[in-house]
């Protein structure tokens, strides 16, 4: 016989246990009826890609794609990934589900695990959950630019997830927002950002070092403290814009005070991502420390011809569900236990086939109802209801089964009152 031994999740994941099981239930039923007002659907996509799909989108020289994917080859010796993201794999399905022809903007959303080898910490996950959604919007190339548009698709994106966490509880969060130029101007200002850098290497730790020549707009992300005056005195990005991406980002900031959302520009906002252009912005929430970003989001046009389908607009976000999931238990948010309804006590041999009726037309009635499955003296009956935290407990002896009643006790006062089996339903909705 093999030995018993005793297993853990792994470094990185974790369960989630009821009831903060029931705070997730909550916060993905919010997303659900707040998206379907905006006019999003549901899009359920797979868990992992080819490697090479996150390779072209997220980029090589990111660290998601560089060092922190779970990939390994399958059996015909292909490159898969479980997904660090999201936002490829709906750029993927909508162009092999040709949906640029549907009408309108595509507008999707979806729930569910991304997976990066990152260092775990509070708020940092190696299989963390995303809340996230597209708008992906046909951009004929004949066709100028439209910034105010545009612009107006970004700040109802925005606003749809402002109103989702805050109609989840959340209060005391803060919407920071940036433009990081197009095709056109960012190269010239990262050329201009690494000689600047290249001067100011040796005031650097290793990780922004390596950056210079990586992927140096990642330097501005650093949270190094000796690296921060160094940074603040660099150049800034808003300088640097094309004329195009200056006039969206004035539209975008009109767009957002004509939905009187408040906003901080912060010129370091990068995010991590190869494929952002001109908008990105990002949430905070108060309460959970150096993890404190809730929710990134930007702009991607470009990332679906990319990817071989045809010119394309895009704007999106990712909300971290486990860090909003803190946010909202730091602030005493959290959800309670979900309360048992009635347990029904039984006693008497002939007396378990009522109970287990009782409960059937209770639970049809929508109640939560919980019973033992063996005969136990009342007293220790009623004692498990209480700790169970039971609102009721349906009392069945071979009194009330002759009589065709229940006994209903009311567990918060200990009141008592004899109630015909039949009205029971209506008696504990009452
Ligand atoms: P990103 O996809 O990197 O733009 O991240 C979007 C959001 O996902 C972040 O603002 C976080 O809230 C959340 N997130 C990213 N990585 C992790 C992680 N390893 N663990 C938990 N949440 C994460």
């Not at 997904?83 to 569910?112: F, N, W």
């Not at 700040?155 to 969060?173: K, N, Q, S, W």
């Not at 950056?211 to 000796?226: A, F, Q």
Request: proline fraction near 5%.
């Amino acid at each position: 016989m093999t030995e018993a031994r005793k297993f853990q999740a792994i470094k990185g994941v974790r369960d989630i246990l009821p009831p903060e099981s029931s705070l997730w239930n909550r916060v993905e039923q919010v997303a659900r009826e707040v998206m379907a007002t905006f006019d999003f659907h549901e899009i359920r996509l797979p868990v992992f890609e080819e490697t090479e799909l996150f390779a072209r989108s997220v980029g090589t020289s990111t660290d998601i794609v560089g060092k922190e994917m779970y990939t390994f080859s399958d059996a015909d010796e292909s490159s898969i990934s479980l997904r660090p993201e999201a936002t490829a794999s709906v750029v993927r399905a909508y162009i092999e589900h040709g949906m640029q022809t549907l009408p309108g903007d595509v507008k999707l959303y979806y729930m569910g695990p991304m997976f990066r080898r990152e260092r775990p910490q509070k708020g940092r996950y190696r299989q963390f959950y995303q809340i996230g959604a597209e708008v992906l919007t046909p951009a004929p190339k004949d066709v100028p630019d439209n910034f105010s548009r545009d612009a107006g698709i970004d700040a109802d994106v925005i606003e749809m997830v402002l109103v989702f966490i805050e109609r989840c509880g959340l209060v005391g969060h803060a919407l920071y927002i940036n433009s990081i130029g197009c095709r056109n101007c960012r190269p010239k200002y990262v050329e201009l950002l690494r000689a600047e850098l290249t001067k100011l290497k040796d005031k650097l730790g290793p990780d922004s070092q390596r950056r210079i020549e990586t992927n140096p707009l990642r330097v501005l992300d650093s949270k190094v403290e000796s690296e921060q005056a160094v940074i603040e005195a660099l150049p800034r990005i808003g300088d640097h814009l094309c004329e195009a991406c200056r006039e969206h980002f004035k539209m975008l900031q009109a767009m957002l005070f004509m939905r009187q959302i408040a906003y901080e520009v912060n010129w370091r906002l990068v995010r991590g991502l190869d494929y952002y252009m001109r908008t990105t912005f990002e949430i905070t929430a108060p309460g959970l420390g150096a993890q404190n970003a809730i929710c990134g989001g930007g702009r991607y046009d470009g990332l679906v011809e990319l990817l071989g389908g045809p010119p394309t607009k895009g704007i999106g976000f990712a909300l971290g569900t486990d860090r909003l999931i803190l946010a909202l238990q730091e602030a005493g948010k959290g959800e309670a236990a979900r309360p048992l309804d009635a347990y029904v006590a039984w006693m008497g041999a002939s007396t378990y086939a009522v109970a287990v009726r009782v409960a059937r037309t209770l639970r049809d009635a929508g109640f939560s109802v919980e019973m033992p499955h063996e005969e136990m003296k009342f007293k220790k009956s009623l004692g498990l209801a209480a700790r169970l935290g039971a609102r009721f407990a349906v009392i069945l002896g071979d009194n009330e089964v002759a009589a065709g009643t229940c006994t209903v006790k009311r567990m918060a006062d200990g009141t008592q009152q004899t109630i015909p089996e039949r009205d029971l339903a209506g008696h504990l909705r009452a």
